[in-house]
């Protein structure tokens, strides 16, 4: 009888996938090749490596892993999470459209709105939890539909194997960021998506210490594009953040099991608290689309939001006093950080959208971090006390 040889698992690709020893050393550790320039041994005479915007060993690496953790066959790595969806825009031509989620990233919205539109791409934004609503926006000119789930701050969900499905139909390609699930809790390419993004800056990197960016796919024409551009355009990471990136990554797993419980404690915790209107949190029963995400992700991941009773004032009170979560933009490190979306991450959006999307004065937003999930309830709770 042959048995068939198991697939590596999650925690095993992050520590090894596109890690061999290094073979001019045996260095363990992918080395930082702080080089940008690679020695030729006469005319087409070089090893793979030529000048570094083009390619870097500590990249590749980084770019190999990734790949492996989404399933995917090709993986490009980027200066930024912008760079990353700003090259996957690139690949489209003046006059196609794109159907993106409402509650995207604010700097994802800034990009489409005051970058792309003006190059002469159009945008529809559908509300992404009735996938139908991504049907019905699809047109003869899209080319791609743009889903983020959970969305920023909001945390609602999009059926990525719905939307996916109609898209297919019609040959729209599906993008998924998917910086808020990270790979470990959310496969959108399994789930029928053709590509997926990430800020490495978030979960990915996981210490708050480097901005990068990732885009992960199977299809060969989409790799091709983006690659081109990524050459052609530079939006590459350096050696250094690479190696960051990737040392990160080898711990990707564990922490977001602990973001995770850390962050339903945070959520319960804030569920029965009387200075609280509600709470976001996809792991709650309580979350509308909590059958969806319970279908779609393995795990909830680290973001709660939810709504002071009082609003701005209640709010501002309230960030002033804490003292283990810092006040500030980011999130997915290690340490918690709570952040005020309505002036902070969503202010490039219009106060017309952000009230229509229900991102309010009042709207808070945390990433809960790995410390003693016990700290960070005393924490909150003596904040609220001191806001009165
Ligand atoms: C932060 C973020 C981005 C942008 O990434 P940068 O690394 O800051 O350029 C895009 N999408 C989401 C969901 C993010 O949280």
């Known amino acids: 009888m042959t048995m068939k040889k198991r697939a590596p698992g ?8 596109g890690q061999e020893p290094d073979l001019a050393t045996g260095a363990t550790i992918v080395p930082i090749y702080q080089t940008s320039t690679f020695t030729q041994h006469g005319i087409g005479g070089h090893k793979g490596f030529q000048y570094a915007r083009s390619s870097n060993p500590t990249r590749s690496a980084l770019e190999k892993c990734l790949a492996s953790l989404e399933g995917a066959s090709f993986g490009l790595a ?6 990353a969806i700003s090259a996957v825009l690139s690949t489209l031509r003046p006059g196609d459209h794109v159907v993106a989620s409402a509650d995207i990233y604010g700097g994802t919205y800034r990009l489409f709105e005051k970058v792309c539109k003006p190059q002469g791409l159009d945008f529809t934004y559908a509300d992404g939890r009735d996938p139908g609503n991504f049907a019905r926006a699809l047109g003869p000119k899209t080319r791609l539909a743009w889903i983020e789930t959970p969305t920023n701050p909001l945390l609602s969900l999009a059926d990525i194997s719905a939307i996916s499905g109609s898209c297919r139909a019609k040959g729209v390609k599906v993008a ?9 809790f959310q496969k959108p390419l399994a789930l029928g998506a053709d590509i997926v993004v990430h800020s490495t800056t978030k979960y990915v990197g996981g210490h708050s210490d480097v901005v990068g960016g990732a885009m992960l796919t199977s299809v060969r024409e989409v790799y091709d594009a983006v690659k081109f551009h990524q050459n052609a355009a530079g939006g590459v990471p350096g050696p250094f953040d690479a190696w960051l990136t990737l040392r990160g990554l080898k711990t990707l797993a564990i922490r977001m099991k602990r973001h995770a419980e850390n962050a339903l404690a945070v959520a319960e915790h804030l569920s029965k608290h009387p200075a609280v209107e509600s709470v976001i949190y996809p792991g709650l029963s309580s979350h509308p689309q909590h059958d969806l995400a319970r279908r779609q992700m393995t795990g909830f991941g680290g973001m709660v939001t939810f709504r002071v009773k009082g609003a701005r004032p209640a709010a501002d009170a309230f960030f002033k006093a804490l003292k283990v979560f810092s006040f500030a933009e980011s999130l997915g490190g290690v340490e918690s950080l709570v952040c005020h979306p309505a002036t902070m991450t969503h202010s490039s959006f219009p106060a017309s959208v952000r009230e229509r999307l229900g991102i309010t004065e009042g709207t808070v937003r945390l990433s809960v971090g790995i410390e003693d999930a016990a700290d960070l309830v005393a924490d909150l709770d003596a904040a609220f006390s001191a806001a009165g």
Do not use: K, R
């Open 78 to 83: 980027f200066s930024s999470g912008m760079a």
């Open 10 to 17: 999650f925690e095993t690709l992050a520590i090894h996938a």
């Open 176 to 184: 998924v960021d998917n910086t808020f699930a990270s790979p470990y």
